[in-house]
Nanobody, 119 residues
């Protein structure tokens, strides 16, 4: 079992930056791939970025070059650095733990943190 708690969301102007953090409980953290999803009002949940146990990363095309996912196994934490934010990045962002089967899938979810980007 993995419990996930996100932090770092908030209101920012377009072009600004935010850094999301996710604290994970459980001794198996280093053995889990991790990912960030987001869901905007009226839209489907979207996988934003994922990171393997050895640090390999994947990004949605919409955030490539602007967002960076990272992990610190010593701290049981992952991060999402978001730069050059756009109003369309407004969503609730969820931290997840999971694995890969062709692509990333999530087994555990945090409660989410709101990110709002004003124009």
């Amino acid at each position: 079992q993995v419990q996930l708690v996100e932090s770092g969301g908030g209101l920012v102007q377009a072009g600004g930056s935010l850094r999301l953090s996710c604290a994970a409980s459980g001794s198996t953290f280093s053995r889990n791939a991790m990912g960030w999803y987001r869901q905007a009002p009226g839209k489907q949940r979207e996988l934003v970025a994922d990171i393997s146990t050895v640090g390999s990363t994947n990004y949605a095309n919409s955030v490539k070059g602007r967002f960076t996912i990272s992990r610190d196994n010593a701290k049981n934490a992952i991060y999402l650095q978001m730069n050059s934010l756009k109003p369309e990045d407004t969503a609730v962002y969820f931290c997840t733990a999971g694995g890969y089967s062709g692509r990333y899938y999530a087994n555990y979810w945090g409660r989410g943190t709101q990110v709002t980007v004003s124009s």
